[in-house]
């Protein structure tokens, strides 16, 4: 199933969680009035969803002028991938990380930290953009854009359906199904998120060696990443953990059920599958003559 399959998919559930979840809470006209707020959501998550995220994380746009390397860097990878140019953002957070968003190849935007250009190599950074490129060419930003919108609308829901079961007045509401929705929302939601987000993981890290040139250089900004995440808190993805998928590692430091519920896959294991693709070379360390770059 491709990429607009799967989001079907998903806004279909959601609109199914969001018409039982008010039929549980309100009865029959909980359920008309979760019907037609889960067909607005639709709309929105399809439609407004990536500016969503990015406003979010306050993603601000940088031009060519205001941040040329990253530009160039980014605009030779889009070309080798068969893209047009996304719009760039930097979110001013200390952590290292990056994601993608964006309905359409035409519409991508890769958005980075700005702790990954202050920590990270040139052919590090490069490699982490090339991973988020994979993205948007393997149009997985659509789904995980609509995903962390769905997620997020569920743990409203949760919170809605607990205020309307302390209720009254009009239809007596069920306090029993606020507070079992409050407890099985929200988890439902990161089950969905880790299912979609693992497997396109592996997908995009391959596709993402093949148009950085090296896989050795994703290997090598993984690697970085899950080093220098440690001690350093990301506020905003820790404000909106329904975004925590979308991020090229987890960004959230586990204090809740994240590693549970990991939207990533093992870190370790990306990196040996990395390895595994790059040839034999005498200096590993040493960038390979087809440095794009150059």
């Known amino acids: 199933m491709g990429g607009y399959g799967r989001t079907m998919v998903l806004l279909a559930g959601l609109t199914a969680l969001f018409v039982g979840a008010g039929s549980l ?4 006209q909980g359920a008309l009035l979760a019907l037609l707020l889960g067909g607005a959501m639709n709309l929105w998550a399809w439609w407004g969803s990536d500016r969503m995220v990015l406003r979010m994380h306050n993603a601000q746009a940088v031009t060519a002028a205001e941040a040329p ?3 160039r860097m980014t605009e030779d990878l889009a070309r080798r991938a068969g893209l047009p140019m996304p719009a760039l953002y930097v979110i001013h957070e200390d952590q290292p990380n990056a994601f993608a968003t964006g309905r359409s190849p035409e519409r991508g935007a890769v958005a980075v930290n700005s702790g990954l250009l202050d920590l990270m190599s040139r052919e590090e950074v490069a490699g982490v953009v090339a991973h988020e ?11 995980m854009a609509v995903t962390a919108t769905l ?3 569920i743990s409203f829901l949760a919170r809605f359906g607990m205020l309307a079961g302390r209720g009254g007045g009009g239809q007596r509401q069920n306090p029993l199904g606020g507070l079992l929705f409050l407890i099985l929302g929200p988890l439902a939601a990161m089950l969905v998120q880790t299912a979609i987000s693992r497997s396109r ?3 995009a890290d391959a596709e993402g ?3 950085c040139g090296d896989p050795r250089w994703l290997a090598a900004g993984l690697a970085r990443l899950e080093e220098c995440k440690q001690g350093r808190i990301n506020q ?14 987890n960004p959230l430091s586990g204090l809740r059920l994240d590693r549970l519920f990991s939207t990533h896959p093992p870190t370790e294991e990306r990196i040996r599958r990395l390895m595994a693709l790059a040839p034999p070379s005498p200096a590993p360390h040493t960038p390979p003559s087809r440095n794009p770059w150059a």
């Open 151 to 153: 997620a997020g609308a």
């Open 133 to 143: 490129l994979a993205h948007i060419k393997n149009r997985d930003t659509l789904i």
């Open 209 to 211: 060696a093949r148009i």
């Open 236 to 249: 905003l993805a820790e404000a909106n953990p329904a975004s925590a998928h979308m991020f090229i590692i």
């Open 201 to 203: 993981e592996y997908v």
């Open 25 to 28: 809470i309100g009865g029959q």
């Open 69 to 71: 390397e990253l530009y």
